[in-house]
């Protein structure tokens, strides 16, 4: 409760921020655009930076997470392909159910959970669901919905994505074994920017939340909660328990898949025209009913 309490209430803030008025819709864009572009960036490298990517532990649960992810998107595409529903719905539900929020919400609680030393583990585990789960929802949105657009379009947009660009140089300067405390002057500029990031995106979150709630695909919603809070974390669980040996690895993984839908989907939604308003919905609720579910997966680990 020590750990989801804070999180939630941060969120919680955000809500009443944005409901009294004291935070409006060009503010939150604002902080987004600020979260998404300079402080999220900013923790993500420094965060990767700082991975010894040569660690068999660390290598060991990238790699499961690599594979189980590209496991459960391929059974979650058949399921959804033979769904009886609008493609633009077939490609928001594939998205909503595999994409999860490890960068707004699960660093703030894997920092907690897992405090500073075995942080970079959780990291190891949450990088694929960061770098497939968009990779993978742009794919399947092209797929689905667009079909025409040129391959090297949505490439480009993939890569030029700031978390992703972020992502990237950090693990090149890890890979590189180039040492933080050889450019001090930079890495303490870029950890004071990345540690806004985890309280401004949390009460971004919570503003965003605002009056997004809507009581159509019921249904539909409540089969991607399942899907995204129960089905994912425990087919992680599983396959762990079969080919991950290492424990702080399967638990970092466990507690990755166990996310709401990202916040960074309802992006793409938007972008692609796939059901942004239902795509918003799950967002709500999936970030709700997370309260219990990751309290959970935090007693289960």
């Known amino acids: 409760m020590k750990i989801i309490f804070p999180i939630f209430s941060i969120i919680g803030l955000g809500y009443l921020l944005r409901r009294a008025g004291i935070i409006g819709q060009e503010s939150t864009h604002i902080l987004n655009q600020f979260v998404y572009y300079i402080s999220l960036p900013a923790l993500v490298l420094i965060s990767f930076w700082q991975i010894d990517w040569y660690h068999p532990e660390t290598l060991a649960t990238l790699g499961f997470n690599l594979f189980s992810i590209l496991l459960f998107s391929g059974g979650l595409l058949v399921f959804v392909w033979f769904l009886r529903?609008?493609?633009?719905?077939?490609?928001?539900?594939?998205t909503v159910?595999?994409?999860?929020?490890?960068?707004?919400?699960?660093?703030?609680?894997?920092?907690?959970?897992?405090?500073?030393?075995?942080?970079?583990?959780?990291?190891?585990?949450a990088?694929?669901?960061?770098?497939?789960?968009?990779?993978l929802a742009i794919l399947v949105s092209e797929y689905f919905v667009i079909r025409a657009k040129k391959v090297k379009t949505y490439l480009k947009d993939f890569f030029l994505n700031p978390l992703i660009l972020s992502l990237f140089c950090g693990i090149l300067?890890?890979?590189?074994?180039?040492?933080?405390?050889?450019?001090?002057?930079?890495?303490?500029?870029?950890?004071?920017?990345?540690?806004?990031?985890?309280?401004?995106?949390?009460?971004?979150l919570g503003a965003f939340l605002h009056g997004k709630f809507a009581k159509e695909h019921v249904g539909l919603s409540f089969l991607a909660i399942s899907t995204k809070l129960a089905v994912f974390p425990l087919f992680i669980a599983l396959a762990g328990k079969f080919i991950m040996p290492n424990t702080n690895g399967l638990s970092a993984s466990f507690l990755a898949a166990a996310m709401p839908t990202a916040i960074t989907v309802f992006v793409i939604s938007e972008k692609y025209n796939i059901a942004p308003r239902f795509v918003a919905h799950t967002i709500v609720l999936t970030t709700l009913v997370s309260i219990a579910t990751i309290s959970i997966t935090l007693f289960l680990i």
Do not use: C, W
Request: net charge negative; glycine share 8%; no cysteine.
């Open 127 to 135: 990088t694929p669901h960061l770098v497939l789960g968009i990779a």
């Open 173 to 204: 300067l890890s890979v590189f074994r180039v040492k933080p405390d050889l450019f001090s002057f930079v890495t303490a500029t870029v950890e004071m920017l990345g540690s806004t990031a985890s309280p401004v995106a949390l009460v971004t």
């Open 85 to 94: 529903i609008k493609p633009e719905y077939k490609a928001a539900l594939f």
């Open 97 to 125: 159910s595999l994409v999860g929020n490890t960068i707004y919400m699960g660093f703030p609680i894997g920092q907690s959970v897992f405090g500073e030393e075995q942080f970079p583990e959780f990291v190891a585990a």
